[in-house]
């Protein structure tokens, strides 16, 4: 009797080992050699495997940003007929490309700055330019070569225009980025500065002539920016449309026949051999 329950049990444990052994895919499960990737989410999609290195590996964001002059007319058009009500305004970017290979549009500039989730940078491609932001008011003495033995003479106050004090401006581009990758790697906040600076002239505020006739002249730069101060979300890999701005003309004044639309995107970089 006690074989017969022993050769029952032995019986039993048996086919138990065997279903449990069985290939994964003939009870409709994932492969015990084969590691699954993706989890279901609450709305069932899939995200990534918690367990993935990817997740653990450091990252850093890329931000692209992209300055483009268009005719104010064609601006309007393509607004007017931009149907999206989400912030991928990647398929207006991909109209704009087609209108610059057509020649249509112009690329003013376009940059690519990275920066660790938190972190601050900043990327400059400028040239420094100096200028004279007062001038003295005190007699200049200068020099005299004439048969009255007198070495040095001081030209009247009014005439001076000797330069006492300086300041640089940066001219070209700059852009400062502050990101910062979501929860769940889906949503990127950026924080950004980006400035164009051009010098477009000088405007003369004083202009005289002393009483040998040497012509004093007393200006001031004239410089014209484009500046985007914001902060927004992005979708990782999706273009935004970030402004409108108006550009300047041949003289450096403001030209309403023209706009300069910038994108911007951005991408979650992840640091893996």
Same mark, same amino acid.
């Given at each position: !009797?006690?074989?017969? =329950?022993?050769? %029952?049990?032995?019986?039993?444990?048996? +086919?138990?080992?065997?279903?449990?052994?069985?290939?994964?895919?003939?009870?409709?499960?994932?492969?015990? *050699?084969?590691?699954?990737?993706?989890?279901?989410?609450? *709305? /069932?999609?899939?995200?990534?495997?918690?367990? $993935?290195?990817?997740?653990?590996?450091?990252?850093?964001?890329?931000?692209?940003?992209?300055?483009?002059?268009?005719?104010?007319?064609?601006?309007?058009?393509?607004?007017? *007929?931009?149907?999206?009500?989400?912030?991928?305004?990647?398929?207006?970017?991909?109209?704009?490309?087609?209108?610059?290979?057509? /020649?249509?549009?112009?690329?003013?500039? #376009?940059?690519?700055?990275?920066?660790?989730?938190?972190?601050?940078?900043? &990327?400059? %491609? =400028?040239?420094?330019? =100096?200028?004279?932001?007062?001038?003295? &008011?005190?007699?200049?003495?200068?020099?005299?070569?004439?048969? &009255?033995?007198?070495? !040095?003479?001081? +030209?009247?106050?009014?005439?001076? /225009?000797?330069?006492?004090?300086?300041? #640089?401006?940066?001219?070209? %581009?700059?852009?400062?980025?502050?990101?910062? =990758?979501?929860?769940?790697?889906?949503?990127?906040?950026?924080?950004?500065?980006?400035?164009?600076?051009?010098?477009?002239?000088?405007?003369?505020?004083?202009?005289?002539?002393?009483?040998?006739?040497?012509?004093?002249?007393? %200006?001031?730069?004239?410089?014209?920016?484009?500046?985007?101060?914001?902060?927004? &979300?992005?979708?990782?890999?999706?273009?935004?449309?970030?402004?409108?701005?108006?550009?300047?003309?041949?003289?450096?004044?403001? $030209?309403?026949?023209?706009?300069?639309?910038?994108?911007?995107?951005?991408?979650?970089?992840?640091?893996?051999?």
């Amino acid at each position: !009797m006690n074989k017969k =329950i022993l050769l %029952s049990l032995s019986f039993v444990l048996t +086919i138990s080992l065997s279903l449990f052994l069985l290939p994964a895919q003939d009870k409709g499960q994932t492969p015990l *050699n084969k590691k699954d990737t993706t989890t279901p989410s609450d *709305n /069932g999609d899939t995200e990534q495997d918690p367990f $993935d290195p990817k997740i653990d590996a450091p990252k850093y964001i890329s931000v692209q940003t992209e300055f483009i002059e268009l005719p104010t007319n064609l601006v309007t058009h393509l607004l007017l *007929n931009d149907r999206t009500t989400t912030s991928d305004a990647t398929p207006l970017r991909i109209t704009v490309q087609e209108l610059l290979e057509k /020649g249509e549009a112009r690329m003013l500039d #376009t940059n690519l700055t990275i920066a660790r989730s938190g972190d601050k940078a900043t &990327s400059e %491609s =400028i040239e420094e330019f =100096i200028y004279p932001t007062e001038y003295s &008011s005190s007699p200049t003495p200068i020099p005299v070569d004439d048969n &009255s033995g007198e070495k !040095m003479r001081s +030209i009247p106050t009014q005439y001076a /225009g000797t330069p006492t004090a300086f300041e #640089t401006k940066n001219l070209g %581009s700059t852009i400062e980025i502050e990101p910062r =990758i979501g929860e769940t790697d889906r949503i990127v906040d950026v924080r950004f500065l980006l400035q164009h600076t051009w010098h477009t002239g000088d405007t003369i505020w004083l202009e005289s002539k002393d009483e040998l006739g040497n012509i004093s002249k007393n %200006s001031l730069p004239n410089f014209y920016k484009i500046i985007v101060d914001t902060s927004t &979300s992005f979708i990782p890999g999706q273009h935004v449309l970030i402004s409108v701005n108006t550009p300047k003309d041949a003289e450096g004044k403001l $030209d309403p026949s023209k706009k300069v639309i910038v994108f911007v995107k951005c991408k979650i970089i992840a640091v893996i051999e």
